[in-house]
C-alpha cells in the first residue's frame, strides 16, 4: 500500500488550499485521516474518516477544513479554507485498515502513511 500526499504550497492567511491523497494498492479503508506536524511540534490529527463514513475534526480546523473522498475510495482530499498561519505545517495521509474507533485521532494507530505535503502560510 502506498499514499501519495500532494497539494501544499505556500499560500497568505485567507487563502484556500485543497490537499490530495492518492492511494495504491488498496482502497482507502477503516480509519483514513489528515494529520499535520509542525516544526518542534508532536504531529496531530486533522480530519478523518471511520469506518462508518462519520467525519471528525480536530477543534482548531472546525468549520474551515472539509475532509472527503472520491466515489472509489482511492483519493482523499482535504479542503482547506481561511488557512491560518498556525496552520502551516507538513501534512500526512494515513490508513488504518483495523479502523479502532476509540485510536482515530491517535497517529500511532495508523499503518499507512504519505510522504507529506509542505502547508505554508504567511501572515
Known amino acids: 500500500v502506498q499514499l501519495q500526499a500532494s497539494g501544499g504550497g505556500l499560500v497568505q492567511a485567507g487563502d484556500s488550499l485543497r490537499l490530495s491523497c492518492a492511494a495504491s494498492?488498496?482502497?482507502?479503508?477503516?480509519?483514513v485521516g489528515w494529520f499535520r506536524q509542525a516544526p518542534g511540534k508532536e504531529r496531530e490529527f486533522v480530519a478523518g474518516f471511520w469506518r462508518n463514513g462519520n467525519t471528525f475534526y480536530a477543534d482548531s480546523v472546525k468549520g474551515r477544513f472539509t475532509i472527503s473522498r472520491d466515489n472509489s475510495k482511492t483519493t482523499l482530499y482535504l479542503q482547506m479554507n481561511n488557512l491560518k498561519p498556525e496552520d502551516a505545517a507538513v501534512y500526512y495521509c494515513a490508513m488504518s485498515p483495523r479502523g479502532i474507533y476509540s485510536t482515530l485521532k491517535m497517529p500511532s494507530s495508523y499503518d499507512y502513511w504519505g510522504q507529506g505535503t509542505l502547508v505554508t502560510v504567511s501572515s
Open positions: 494498492g488498496r482502497t482507502f479503508s477503516g480509519s
